[in-house]
């Protein structure tokens, strides 16, 4: 276990062509549970960042008409772009093109070399470009297709550098054994198992036909293949990350990552660390695709949702939301423009955003803009919240981002509930009642204060307004600020535009 540090990784995203939505939604949910950590205090270290080698950014670099280093540095930094436009907490962004990280990856594949896991041998196999990996027949689409993009295999044929991969089915399948939760979901633990069960090939871990990638450190013909060098940039990126040496993070306490690289996670990338001697990662949590029409969306197929355009219309907060809320986190989900619309109106807008807006509008009113001290009538709610507070953190610690959103928005229904059952408009008429509308107000601002805390991993930027609406301090999102009472006392309330004001949109 680690001693309160926990080091975070996104994969690190192919230069071929520009981020989608379905990019944007691993960097989410792995800047959702990296901001839900450090409100627990955690040390974190969240790594993102892009994976620039290979034949398929070769390729591509040569359709744009541009080297392959302008071709990735353009596009690395669109996707840097993106991290700063979705608002990603990341405290380092690799490119697998930096030399330091050339340098690590060398080192790493000797200590295999040493350690007599690599040889050489010829090989020939059926390669899709766009995996950038081999497939046995077993794997095979109809007609020989890619089975994760349907277009057709390449026969690829060379002398390369292979990793001894089949020897590690014991110790791979003893390490699944002795860690049934390495893999989450467990059903993706099971098909990882299954993979070591139906047999290991050893992996070719070199391209001698190549020349956009890393030489391979003793030999000077072969650039190492793009798959093993990525990997290591979880490993690598820890030795020189900001001129720093953070080695001592090692292992990860989780990689997120969607289905399609299952197998180069659970397989290929703790028996590479077996080999050089090191630890698997602790965790890895392998989410679902986002579709589009029924498909995965993907820039091979063409089938993809700009993510901009509608963070220009209903703001960043509302993708966020939407991504965690709507897709549950492990399955595939449906990005749709109507439901997106839907949660935003419905829930972002009415629910939460007009929950603001009435209880400033009622303080204001009632109270001169105070809100009024605890009167200490409200145990229950109190109870309630705090058990909803812990409800969320124990879905955060299963990384189950979806259920703690849901859970979180309990709140917000229970405040708005709170709202229509006492009726402060009604108190307000009412001379003896008004220890009951003291009562009804600073519950209503304190819990919806706490609804702000722990929404905040989803909707930094909406909270954070919210909690200086409520004349709170912004900045006050850690974990003692989940508890009711915690709040600053006699706080004054201002009045702000809605947070999530009526949009009309052109369809
Ligand atoms: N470069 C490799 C990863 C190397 S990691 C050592 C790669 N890159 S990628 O650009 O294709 O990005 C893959 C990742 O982006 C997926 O694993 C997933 O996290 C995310 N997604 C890309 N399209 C996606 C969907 N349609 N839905 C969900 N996630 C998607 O593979």
């Not at 060398?106 to 899709?128: P, T």
């Not at 940039?233 to 080695?247: C, H, I, K, P, Q």
């Not at 006699?490 to 535009?497: F, K, L, N």
């Amino acid at each position: 276990m680690s001693d309160g540090s926990f080091y975070l990784t996104t994969p690190i995203y192919y230069v071929n062509a520009a981020p989608h939505v379905g990019h944007a939604y691993t960097s989410i949910m792995a800047d959702i549970i990296a901001r839900h950590r450090r409100q627990r205090g955690e040390a974190v270290f969240f790594l993102t960042g892009t994976d620039e080698h290979g034949t398929k950014i070769a390729q591509s670099a040569e359709a744009a008409g541009r080297t392959p280093r302008e071709h990735a540095d353009a596009l690395s930094q669109r996707f840097r772009e993106m991290g700063e436009v979705l608002g990603i907490s990341n405290d380092f962004f690799i490119r697998t093109t930096l030399p330091e990280h050339a340098v690590e990856a060398g080192r790493f594949l000797e200590r295999m070399r040493d350690a007599g896991d690599i040889y050489r041998d010829s090989y020939g196999g059926w390669y899709c470009v766009a995996s950038e990996s081999f497939y046995p027949e077993n794997e095979w689409g109809e007609g020989r297709t890619c089975p994760v993009h349907g277009t057709p295999l390449e026969w690829v044929e060379e002398e390369n550098w292979f990793f001894r991969l089949s020897a590690f089915r014991e110790r791979l399948l003893a390490f699944y054994d002795a860690n049934p939760d390495f893999v989450l979901p467990r059903g993706r633990q099971n098909e990882a198992r299954s993979m070591v069960e139906h047999g290991l090939e050893d992996l070719s871990i070199s391209r001698a036909q190549l020349e956009w990638g890393i030489t391979v450190p003793w030999d000077r013909e072969q650039v190492i293949y793009v798959w093993i060098e990525a990997l290591l940039n979880y490993w690598t990126a820890l030795r020189f990350a900001g001129g720093e040496d953070r080695s001592g993070l090692w292992p990860a306490q989780l990689q997120l990552m969607a289905k399609d690289i299952l197998k180069f996670h659970a397989v290929i990338w703790p028996a590479m660390l077996m080999s050089a001697g090191e630890e698997p990662p602790e965790q890895l949590f392998i989410h679902g695709y986002v579709l589009k029409g029924g498909e995965r969306m993907s820039k091979t197929t063409g089938n993809i949702v700009d993510p901009f355009p509608f963070i220009e219309d209903y703001g960043l907060d509302a993708m966020r939301y939407y991504l965690a809320r709507e897709i549950r986190f492990g399955e595939d989900g449906t990005f749709t423009h109507e439901g997106f619309v839907a949660r935003y109106e419905g829930e972002l807008a009415n629910e939460f955003g007009n929950l603001l807006n009435r209880t400033v509008n009622m303080i204001s009113r009632y109270r001169d803009g105070v809100v009024p001290a605890d009167p200490g009538g409200d145990a229950d709610f109190a109870a309630e919240v705090e058990r909803i507070v812990a409800e969320v953190h124990g879905h955060f610690d299963v990384h189950d981002v979806t259920r703690a959103s849901e859970t979180a928005w309990a709140l917000v229904r229970a405040l708005n509930q709170l709202v229509e059952q006492r009726a402060p408009w009604k108190l307000a008429k009412d001379r003896d009642a008004a220890a009951d509308l003291d009562q009804a107000l600073y519950s209503l601002a304190e819990g919806l204060r706490v609804a702000a805390v722990i929404l905040w991993p989803f909707m930094p930027g909406s909270c954070e307004a919210l909690l200086g609406a409520l004349g709170q301090d912004p900045d006050a999102v850690g974990v003692e600020a989940t508890r009711m009472g915690a709040g600053r006392p006699g706080a004054s309330v201002t009045e702000v535009p809605p947070l999530f004001p009526k949009i009309e949109v052109d369809a």
